[in-house]
């Protein structure tokens, strides 16, 4: 199983500028102990509560010359693929994949309803759209056309185009089983977010995209999923520094989407050290807990594990820390 990083770019208190000086160092220090990806996600945020930025592909091209110093990959994690021209999509995508010599991989989902109601987007026939997005964007970056009643047109004139034919692998989220089809037939892999419970959820999402691709006469693609991670050296220090990645669990909690083993929904008091649903979602301990942590996300069938590793909060020397103790040797 391959580790990389994902980069919180977001939070009003701090200017990007600075914040992103900060993070082409943690990027490069990332790169030197073996990290093999740096990945960023997508927000549009309306008040001051986000981690993500609106603008993915800027944010990675700009810390695209501290990935390049390791080789490390470049990812999405991932972008709504609603908010996006698919013509607009498929030209940033090319360039940047040129930009870092075809390291590109591309993570895309389909969102959330505010997401859709911030862009306008019609919930009429919206699985269709993706999923002729998805085959819109690899006839266009193959020099071949695609014209499909909701997306088409893109051309097969599209310059430039990514480095290699095809474009980069796609990886598509969602736990739906149109989602999970969609990542069988027209993706790569299939994408676990942060808030995907292991057991309950990525589990059994990893070997229903398995049976889809078999079914679907096709390799099984790569399994990525996003992990909040703080790893101290002692028990002692766990609380003090895995405080603020608790918060954001607490977060994820009141969208409603986590769930206890009967079904009744988890609330922000079931976020504590020690809870079993802490584990579910995030890689929080020693670095011989983390350590048994990982070992149960690849035998669940991750292939890629991106470890979130300073959210709002979260110091930098901790997330270099974590880096460390849990670095491929």
Excluded at 313 to 325: I, M, N
Aim: charged share 20%; proline share 6%.
């Amino acid at each position: 199983m391959d580790l990389g990083i994902t980069l919180d770019l977001g939070h009003d208190a701090e200017p990007i500028e600075r914040r992103f000086a900060r993070l082409a160092d943690l990027t490069s220090h990332a790169g030197r102990l073996g990290y093999t990806m740096l990945s960023t996600g997508e927000q549009h945020p309306t008040d001051g509560e986000y981690f993500h930025l609106p603008s993915p592909f800027v944010a990675l091209a700009a810390l695209a010359a501290a990935a390049a110093e390791s080789g490390m990959a470049l990812g999405t994690g991932v972008i709504l693929l609603p908010a996006w021209d698919p013509l607009r999509l498929a030209y940033d995508v090319a360039v940047l994949d040129q930009l870092c010599g075809g390291r590109l991989v591309l993570g895309v989902a389909g969102g959330n309803p505010p997401t859709w109601a911030r862009f306008g987007v019609s919930q009429d026939r919206l699985a269709d759209r993706l999923d002729q997005t998805l085959q819109a964007l690899k006839a266009a970056w193959s020099g071949e056309d695609f014209d499909g009643d909701l997306v088409g047109g893109l051309g097969p004139d599209l310059r430039p185009r990514p480095t290699s034919s095809g474009g980069p692998p796609v990886i598509v989220g969602g736990m739906a089983g149109r989602a999970l089809r969609r990542a069988a037939e027209l993706g790569d892999g299939w994408f676990a977010g942060t808030n995907y419970q292991l057991s309950r959820q990525i589990v059994p999402a990893v070997e229903r995209y398995h049976q889809r691709c078999e079914a679907a006469g096709r390799p099984r693609g790569q399994v990525v999923a996003n992990r909040l991670a703080v790893v101290v050296e002692r028990e002692a220090e766990v609380e003090a520094a895995a405080g603020p990645a608790l918060d954001l669990l607490r977060l994820y909690t009141r969208l409603g989407a986590a769930r206890h083993p009967d079904g009744s929904p988890v609330t922000a008091a079931d976020i504590r050290l020690g809870s079993p649903m802490v584990g579910e979602l995030a890689v929080i301990g020693t670095r011989e807990q983390a350590r048994e942590q990982l070992a149960a996300y690849e035998a669940a069938g991750i292939t890629r594990l991106q470890l979130r590793v300073q959210p709002a909060g979260v110091s930098e020397e901790t997330a270099r820390r974590t880096l460390e103790l849990l670095a491929i040797s």
